[in-house]
């Protein structure tokens, strides 16, 4: 799996009916999407050239041409047909990223523009309305008011007369339209939802504005207002339609709720700093020599690696040859494979063929391989030499302990005698953490360049 699509994966929005499809294959239409999601959705081209555009999801279809009119696709188009609904192979992953990365349109995304901050609110009878404005306004936020295209009449909010609200009510599915939406949500990072309780849930075009857009990652603090319901289940049951979202607890005001009510409950929320978040990643990254021009990484070791790569997990064969060359072809300069994986022979074949064929250098490719614990810790001098000759590139680039194991600092020390010897360019762990860490570097003198964890959205 390519490395960044992991990080993608998370920022695509549920299936109906608040599920994730976690163990579903991603088509070629979904990643698209996902990847356009990460830049931002931004603007793309009225038409693309693609001869089965009228095959691709509607949801879809902004996301594929913004991606041909970038030149994403490339190498992906065969006869001009983007096959939408197969699934997306691994190469093609890589190929699409690294595209992505080489482009104008990339960099990083834009975080939320000073952590801004947005009301919305919907109002039937304006009970609601005066408190949403006193928000935004004690918190220097942007105000959204959410208008049913169909506006509410008084007979329609009558209560049990078996009116519209009534049957809305009584209607888990139901999903009254909204007039407009909030052009820029990508823009914050925090949303107050402001909504009256009816029958002691919030109105049902509430899920309708949850379910319009991709909330991941963002804060959301409902609020509600009621003559005498307390708020009950009403923000709790919102929590499905946007999963991805970090909720807080809500809070229940009467009608006519003063100002400085408002203003002391808002003081007391624990609301995120986005900006000193971006200021620690920014000085993060920094020490550890990003450099997100080139796409890469400055190791403490002194050698550059690619930040984007392709992991060759239960790739084997010909598949795996294949899938290798597919993804130097197309640009991709970091290769990730293990002895656990079983393919290094078909790795070091696969390198060799496309410097040959290509008239890539050594040097223009980082491999990483990695030891497994048990036996091969045990005699790691062997294993690591056995890694050298399987993959047959004169050297690696960087060679990890796969998992901590009772000979790990037994088989680190060996591969620093590697280092010494110019067979091992850079070296690492797999599969560490916090524990394990304070455990293990004391132990030994040189510092792993690199930590390889499983990230995922589960």
Same mark, same amino acid.
């Given at each position: ?35 356009? *999601? ?6 793309? !081209? ?26 994403? @696709? ?54 609601? *309305? ?6 935004? =306004? ?77 909330? +991941? ?18 923000? +709790?049951? @919102? ?9 807080? !607890? ?13 203003? =002391? ?73 293990? +002895? ?23 040097? =223009? ?24 000759? *399987?993959?047959? @590139? ?65």
């Amino acid at each position: 799996m390519a490395v960044c699509m992991v990080c993608l994966l998370a920022m695509t929005s549920c299936y109906g009916g608040g599920t994730f499809g976690v163990n579903d294959p991603t088509t070629r239409e979904q990643a698209v999407t996902i990847l356009w *999601r990460y830049a931002g959705e931004p603007e793309n !081209a009225a038409t693309a050239d693609i001869s089965d555009m009228s095959s691709i999801s509607n949801w879809a279809q902004a996301a594929v041409r913004w991606a041909e009119d970038n030149d994403i @696709l490339a190498g992906m188009l065969e006869n001009n047909r983007f096959d939408s609904k197969a699934n997306i192979k691994r190469g093609e992953v890589a190929s699409m990223l690294y595209h992505y990365l080489s482009s104008n349109t990339s960099g990083q995304p834009e975080p939320a523009a000073g952590g801004k901050i947005l009301v919305a609110y919907f109002s039937a009878t304006n009970t609601t *309305r005066p408190l949403a404005e006193y928000a935004a =306004d004690i918190l220097s936020a942007d105000l959204y008011e959410i208008v049913p295209e169909d506006p509410y009449t008084d007979a329609d909010l009558a209560y049990y007369t078996n009116g519209r609200a009534d049957r809305e009510q009584n209607d888990a599915s139901a999903r009254p339209a909204i007039s407009g939406i909030v052009e820029n949500m990508a823009d914050y990072d925090v949303i107050f939802l402001g909504y009256p309780i009816w029958h002691g849930q919030a109105p049902r075009i509430i899920s309708t504005f949850l379910e319009s857009y991709d909330l +991941t990652g963002k804060t959301i603090i409902p609020f509600c207002t009621s003559h005498s319901s307390g708020i009950g289940s009403s923000d +709790t049951s @919102l929590h499905s339609l946007a999963s991805g979202a970090n909720w807080l !607890a809500g809070r229940r005001f009467a009608g006519g709720t003063t100002r400085s009510a408002m203003e =002391d409950w808002i003081s007391g929320l624990d609301l995120p700093e986005p900006e000193a978040v971006v200021d620690a990643v920014t000085s993060a990254t920094s020490k550890a020599g990003f450099n997100f021009e080139t796409k890469s990484v400055t190791l403490n070791s002194g050698y550059e690696m690619p930040i984007n790569g392709l992991g060759t997990y239960s790739l084997h064969g010909e598949t795996c040859v294949n899938a290798v060359k597919s993804a130097l072809a197309s640009g991709v300069r970091l290769i990730d494979t293990a +002895t656990a994986y079983g393919n290094e022979e078909e790795v070091g074949q696969a390198v060799r063929e496309a410097m040959e064929e290509l008239g890539l250098q050594r040097e =223009d490719i980082f491999v990483i391989t990695k030891i497994y614990p048990g036996s091969e810790m045990a005699n790691p001098e062997q294993s690591i030499q056995a890694c050298l000759d *399987r993959l047959d @590139l004169g050297y690696v680039d960087m060679m990890l302990l796969h998992h901590p194991d009772r000979n790990d600092v037994k088989a680190y020390q060996a591969m620093e005698k590697f280092v010494e010897n110019g067979k091992i360019r850079s070296l690492g762990l797999s599969n560490w953490y916090v524990k394990e860490l304070e455990e293990f570097l004391p132990q030994v003198p040189i510092t792993p360049a690199l930590v390889q964890n499983e990230i995922h959205p589960l």
